[in-house]
């Protein structure tokens, strides 16, 4: 069954330092995946997502993502964080056929210290 | 451009009781899926509308049910409800509903709590 799992609940890290938020996901098919960013008390926002091609993924605010098909990995990564990337950050895998069903994994709130 | 909105923010109402929320969806988006996102969790997809239709059906009672709008507006409506249905309903549009790499676009959701 379609399945994502967040090997981290909670990331603590100083400012500019660099951090990894990790994502396994397992699907029987090709999947399509995304990393979105919840700040407090407001909607998801999509930070990237990797349909095809390379698998070194650039998004929005410095991060990126790479895609490992044999490890059925989809790491996020940020050489240096800033305290406004304080968040909550969800990994989530569409299978491909399955139109706008998203599976989300169960969050990394990612808290950056002075 | 106005981004997904929903209404209402907030929400509080007993067990047993019936509630709707409402999604708009940006300008020119015909799918809309709805998500519940109980607190420390990620979001649970619930349904699927595109073109009116429902395309996806989550893992989620018959208490809950939805509908499309002509103008592409949805409604998700829970019945009968229990404590266990306090959470954040999040709605999200996309251009059209049969392809899996869209964009998902999320409003800012409703925060139900059920006393």
């Known amino acids: 069954a379609q399945s994502v799992t967040q090997l981290d609940s909670q990331v603590p890290v100083f400012e500019e330092a660099p951090v990894e938020l990790r994502c396994n996901y397992s699907?029987?098919?090709?999947?399509?995946l995304f990393w979105y960013v919840q700040y407090p008390n407001q909607g998801l926002q999509l930070l990237l997502k990797y349909l095809s091609g390379s698998t070194l993924v650039k998004g929005i605010n410095g991060f990126e993502a790479e895609f490992n098909k044999s490890q059925t990995s989809f790491h996020l990564r940020k050489p240096s964080v800033h305290i406004s990337d304080t968040a909550e950050y969800f990994c989530a895998v569409s299978e491909a056929n399955q139109g706008g069903k998203l599976i989300f994994g169960q969050g990394t709130e990612l808290s950056v210290k002075p | 451009d106005a981004g997904v909105t929903q209404s209402p923010t907030h929400l509080i109402k007993t067990r047993g009781q019936q509630v709707t929320l409402r999604c708009s969806p940006i300008?020119?988006?015909?799918?809309v899926s709805w998500y519940q996102q109980v607190l420390g969790q990620g979001p649970q997809f619930i349904f699927q509308?595109?073109?009116?239709?429902?395309?996806g059906r989550g893992n989620f009672p018959d208490r809950f049910s939805a509908r499309q709008f002509p103008n592409y507006s949805s409604e998700l409506n829970v019945n009968a409800l229990l404590l266990g249905d306090s959470a954040l309903y999040l709605c999200?549009?996309?251009?059209?509903?049969?392809?899996?790499?869209?964009?998902?676009?999320f409003g800012p959701g409703t925060r139900l709590t059920v006393l």
């Open positions: 509308y595109y073109e009116k239709e429902e395309r």
């Open positions: 699907s029987s098919v090709s999947v399509y």
């Open positions: 999200a549009s996309s251009i059209s509903g049969g392809s899996s790499y869209n964009e998902q676009f």
């Open positions: 300008s020119g988006h015909k799918s």
